[in-house]
């Protein structure tokens, strides 16, 4: 019903990953049933995610290399650090979720798939058009406008840090030719990644976990309503009630699966990702438009893209996932209040049922958390632009 609506944006974001790296995730295309298959000799191959590795590991000594540097000025310390940590963050959790956990992703989205066979709701094509927005609006251009700018960043400045190409500029500019000809070869490859990444990033971000939230809040949605109906007789009352209870705890199996396969390594990167992504690439974004040199390289839209795509991308599955949370508790709630007293092993389960969390760690989300997201990040943004005045 829900997770199914897009289910063509699924296949396509699938194909365009495995355009640079099989993807293992597959969704055929028959429609009854809707199943996510693993293709196995997708992972027999280890070269592509080597290369991946080693470009990972790369980028991260190159950034600690020339931040060691003097005589930078904050603004290219602050670029520097952004791609020597948030594209290894990324590729780790692109890697982690999507190839790694492969197998407890399928088997995630076939339970919602199977679940929400319930729903009946006529609000049900108004929730599918929200998530189709979602996934059309944060997921598609972050897939296709992010290696643009970042090839293009490349190709312009070369010898860019934390890149291969400022290795490679460094050793060679007594070699024109030679050294142009490394350059041009490095920028293919990284351009490889980016499309990987990006294509991989957004897929698992918004296709796979977006989705899988959105859905349990419908699901929930719809569990609660059926209690809403004014004249209902005591015992209609406590089979709905039990009713109700049942799916919910059919509910609590999806999210016992959603933390097993997002809590370890994806949900603590990705809050990680978005934190330091959207504190750098702001004060980057605000620091090129004061100096003047926002336009003068088609690559530094990558920093407002980065910027945009991480608020919006915190307001969505951090509250999505705080809502689910602080709903799952008004619903046990109102289920407590609502049991019969003519049924005492009712009430005891209802007592022991315990709210859903998605949980990142040994932490979970709140309503809260994508606040604090935000204020941090901007806290931190100011702290860094009243340190680029002072200097």
């Keep these: 019903m829900i997770l199914s609506s897009i289910s063509d944006l699924t296949r396509f974001q699938i194909k365009l990953i495995s355009c640079f ?3 293992p995730i597959f969704l055929p295309r028959t429609n009854n049933p809707i199943l996510y298959k693993v293709l196995y000799k997708a992972l027999s191959n280890p070269v592509p995610l080597t290369v991946c590795a080693l470009f990972d590991i790369f980028l991260a000594s190159s950034a600690i290399y020339h931040l060691t540097r003097t005589n930078l000025d904050v603004t290219t310390k602050a670029s520097i650090t952004f ?14 979720s999507l190839y790694i956990n492969a197998d407890k992703c399928v088997t995630l989205l076939n339970f919602i798939l199977s679940y ?27 897939s296709f406008l992010a290696p643009i700018f970042l090839i293009s960043m490349n190709i312009i400045e070369p010898e860019r840090a934390p890149f291969v190409g400022s290795v490679i500029w460094a050793g060679s500019r007594t070699e024109y030719f030679a050294g142009h000809s490394i350059i041009s070869i490095a920028i293919i ?16 971000i918004f296709n796979v976990f977006t989705a899988t939230i959105f ?3 419908v699901c929930l949605v719809e569990i609660k309503s059926w209690t809403k109906f004014t004249t209902i007789s005591k015992f209609s009352l406590a089979a709905i009630l039990i009713q109700q209870l049942t799916k919910y705890n059919e509910l609590k199996i999806i999210e016992s699966q959603t933390n097993a396969t997002f809590r370890a390594m994806f949900l603590p990167c990705i809050i990680l990702l978005f934190a330091v992504g959207n504190i750098l690439s702001t004060f980057i974004s605000i620091s090129y438009l004061r100096d003047g040199t926002l ?8 920093f407002l ?3 945009l795509e991480t608020y919006l991308g915190t307001l969505c599955f951090g509250t999505l996932s705080g809502k689910v949370n602080k709903m799952s508790i008004q619903f046990l709630k109102n289920l407590e209040k609502r049991s019969v007293a003519d049924y005492p092993v009712l009430r005891k389960r209802i007592k022991a049922s315990a709210p859903i969390r998605i949980r990142f760690g040994s932490n979970f989300f709140t309503i809260l958390i994508p606040l604090v997201m935000i204020g941090v990040c901007i806290k931190w943004t100011v702290k860094l632009l009243l340190i680029k005045t002072e200097c």
């Design 116 to 142: 929400e066979k319930f729903l009946k709701s006529e609000k049900i094509r108004i929730y599918q058009k929200i998530l189709k927005l979602i996934v059309r609006l944060l997921g598609l251009p972050g």
């Design 295 to 302: 336009f003068q390289n088609f690559g530094h839209f990558y």
């Design 215 to 217: 859905s349990i809040w």
């Design 305 to 307: 893209l980065v910027s």
């Design 21 to 23: 790296v099989p993807c």
């Design 189 to 204: 490859g990284q351009g490889w990644i980016y499309c990987w990444l990006s294509a991989g990033a957004c897929m698992a």
């Design 83 to 96: 791609f020597g940590a948030i594209l290894p963050i990324a590729i780790l959790m692109t890697v982690s």
